[in-house]
């Protein structure tokens, strides 16, 4: 299945994305910033880092 998602910053790539795609999703994202765009057409991927900060 396919799913497109508008809004490719932060928490476009790094939550809605990564959940998307962890649940069988391929993500298509729509964003305003054309270097973005740019780079993730040019790339077709992008990594993702998680932390887990404790308090």
Avoid: P, W
Avoid at 32 to 38: H, M, Q, R, S
Avoid at 41 to 46: I, K
């Amino acid at each position: 299945m396919k799913a497109v998602h508008f809004g490719a910053g932060n928490i476009g790539r790094g939550i809605v994305g990564l959940v998307l795609s962890q649940t069988g999703f391929e993500v298509c994202f729509v964003d305003i910033n054309g270097a973005l765009v740019d780079l993730l057409n040019q790339h077709s991927q992008y990594c993702e880092r998680k932390t887990l900060q404790v308090r």
